[in-house]
């Protein structure tokens, strides 16, 4: 690999990454962001700002009250900001008016948004947020896949926002990203070439790797098989080729994606840098890599991608910008990981059996925690995660590593709650799995029955509620039957049979929550996952429950369904499962009328909307949705209307 490291000067441009606003409430802010030195920092605080104001109302210095660090690199580190403003003796902010804030950087504290005047939206200083504890709108979407040959869906978010900047009751209380914010298992060759450049510039830390063919990710980095041919590394004997079959194999889905294993992450390194390029223009700018030793085939792939991955790098401005301005909350789906993760018992058994695939795996989880997971909940991790991760961080070796890797296997707190009215209660479907016993090679159900516990107790006594399940509960009816056919011939990995409805206990106990008395009135669901969108109205049939459900899905952010073939499915699903089908009787949720919306303009699908963008929801005082829109990232509206005449 060509030598591209650079000395990195100490500077406002040191900030890599970021500032990304993962929480905000009158009384706290939690922000993320990578800086290439470790210097002193500021936030400067402007309440009811217009955006120009020269004078801060406040300026807090983040020392280590209000800030941890984490060098991952020679020249990286990661900088976690949580600030309790009444211990710093700041007044709690206001609600319902614009809050702008800028990170000032060195000793000379040096404004952030002046060094980078793209975080801020035209004719403002400093990025603004508004906070809200009543939720009236959100952006929600999952499925960011960087070298999907369309437009970039946060990237259409921040233009949405950005021609709502004069009235801030038109922002979000939130953008919920719901899944698959990166493409561990999937990753094109430029974007790899990238991020082997990005390790070598930030010097991110190397790792032995056991289990293995190749003893370090140096040796990884050098071999022949780096690119396109990651699945020829795993260890050739017997049960060795069983796991690869199993691990990366599953990957391999014809009937519905054409995931790639080829250049699946590895080490720890990679995954962090994915996350860079993924979030951040800056790491970027200068970086040089050049085509690696490829055969014919390999090299016009490489030319492909590198097309859609110059457009997707262009339009990474917009995507810090949202990002810095919104309040952001995320979680993950089985890409942020590797494909089809815990999808099974048996799967489960053969990827944690073998110290190589945990490594992937737990590498991955590691990445996840850093960059996605500490944001939403930081208390969560602070007596239990974070002495594991320092631990690792100052010892750097296999050891350290792997007691990390072991105890973010058996963490099993991931999911959280936004404190609104209503609230939203974020699911963690992919850890908690409720296992088969008798059958390990048929699909888990997504939650156990100890979790589906634990969240009936959050809903308990709400009158509206908002859930995020990565997997839509109430999904295509034809899709999911296919699902359970290639199943029953046992081959759920060819299909990602991860639907809530494919395991018997985990549905029945869900459907009996939505049933029980003291459960919500309003249940709102934001789901991602399945790369295409939708909306369903639900009711309960045959009973007094008074319950009334919403299935909202929007997928992917930058990816999408095989168009003709979703096109088919969407045709055939209205056919098979008209209102009065005899099939609707044979399937779990008979005591259940779904509705499906009407895509307006009705050329976006019948039923089904293909194209990547993301989703937008208002909610109405009662806290149920009173609009339904998905923002297309060709700029284009879909808006998802009622349709009386028609029951599914």
Not at 237 to 244: A, I, M, T, Y
Not at 342 to 349: C, Q
Not at 518 to 540: C, M, Q, R, W
Request: charged share 25%; aromatic share 10%; net charge negative.
């Amino acid at each position: 690999m060509q030598d591209i490291t650079e000395s990195i000067r100490p500077g406002t441009n040191d900030v890599l990454a970021g500032p990304i606003l993962r929480q905000a409430r009158p009384g706290r802010l939690v922000l993320w962001l990578v800086a290439a030195t470790d210097q002193p920092l500021a936030l400067a605080l402007y309440r009811d700002d217009d955006g120009r104001r020269q004078i801060a109302d406040d300026t807090i210095a983040l020392d280590s009250r209000h800030r941890r660090d984490l060098r991952i690199g020679k020249h990286a580190w990661m900088i976690f900001i949580d600030i309790d403003l009444g211990a710093a003796g700041v007044e709690p902010l206001p609600e319902g008016t614009p809050i702008g804030y800028d990170v000032l950087v060195g000793d000379d504290l040096v404004s952030l948004a002046a060094a980078e005047p793209g975080l801020c939206y035209d004719g403002e200083s400093r990025p603004r947020f508004v906070i809200k504890t009543r939720l009236d709108s959100l952006l929600h979407g999952s499925c960011r896949r960087p070298h999907h040959a369309s437009g970039d869906g946060m990237a259409r978010a921040d233009r949405w926002l950005s021609a709502r900047r004069s009235d801030s009751d038109d922002w979000p209380a939130a953008m919920l990203l719901t899944g698959d914010q990166i493409y561990a298992d999937d990753v094109a060759g430029p974007m790899l070439r990238a991020i082997h450049a990005l390790i070598a510039r930030l010097g991110l830390w190397p790792e032995t790797l056991e289990g293995a063919v190749l003893d370090d990710s140096e040796a990884l980095y050098a071999c022949s098989a780096c690119y396109y041919r990651r699945d020829e590394l795993l260890p050739q004997e017997k049960v060795n080729r069983d796991l690869r079959d199993r691990f990366f194999g599953g990957t391999r889905k014809p009937v519905f994606t054409s995931a790639s294993s080829g250049n699946h992450l590895i080490t720890l390194g990679e995954v962090l840098a994915m996350y860079l390029l993924c979030w951040s223009e800056v790491v970027w700018r200068g970086l040089e890599y050049t085509r690696p030793e490829l055969d014919e085939e390999e090299s016009r792939r490489y030319d492909e991608e590198a097309a859609v991955i110059d457009a997707f790098v262009a339009e990474l401005p917009a995507v810090r910008r949202v990002m810095a301005n919104t309040v952001t909350a995320m979680i993950f789906d089985d890409h942020d990981i590797t494909d089809d993760w815990n999808l099974t018992g048996e799967w489960m058994d053969t990827a944690y059996g073998h110290p190589f695939s945990r490594r992937i795996i737990g590498n991955a989880l590691i990445a996840y925690l850093l960059c996605q997971g500490w944001g939403n909940r930081p208390e969560a991790f602070e007596d239990t995660v974070w002495p594991s991760v320092v631990r690792h961080i100052e010892a750097r070796d296999n050891a350290a590593h792997d007691a990390l890797i072991d105890h973010l296997l058996e963490f099993h707190d991931w999911g959280f709650m936004l404190d609104t009215e209503p609230a939203v209660l974020v699911l963690d479907t992919r850890t908690r799995r409720w296992r088969r016993g008798r059958a390990p090679a048929k699909p888990s159900g997504l939650m156990d029955w100890e979790a589906l516990s634990e969240m009936q107790g959050h809903l308990m006594n709400r009158d509206s509620v908002v859930m995020v399940s990565a997997a839509p509960i109430f999904g295509v009816k034809l899709i999911e039957n296919i699902q359970r056919v290639f199943t029953w011939f046992g081959k759920p990995l060819m299909v990602d049979a991860e639907n809530w409805m494919a395991h018997r206990g985990a549905a029945h106990t869900l459907l009996n929550i939505f049933r029980h008395g003291k459960t919500p009135e309003n249940f709102t669901i934001l789901s991602g996952d399945v790369h295409y969108s939708f909306a369903y109205d639900i009711t309960l049939r045959f009973s007094a429950a008074r319950q009334r459900i919403w299935q909202i899905t929007s997928s992917g952010v930058k990816n999408e369904f095989p168009r003709r073939l979703l096109d088919w499915f969407d045709r055939l699903n209205r056919w098979l499962y008209a209102p009065y089908s005899p099939l609707n009787w044979f399937t779990k949720r008979r005591r259940m009328h779904i509705e499906p919306r009407r895509p307006s303009p009705a050329d976006h699908g019948e039923r089904l909307v293909n194209g990547a963008g993301m989703g937008y929801v208002r909610f109405n005082e009662h806290g149920q949705p009173s609009e339904i829109r998905e923002l297309c990232a060709d700029d284009s509206d879909v808006l998802f209307e009622r349709d009386d005449d028609e029951r599914a």
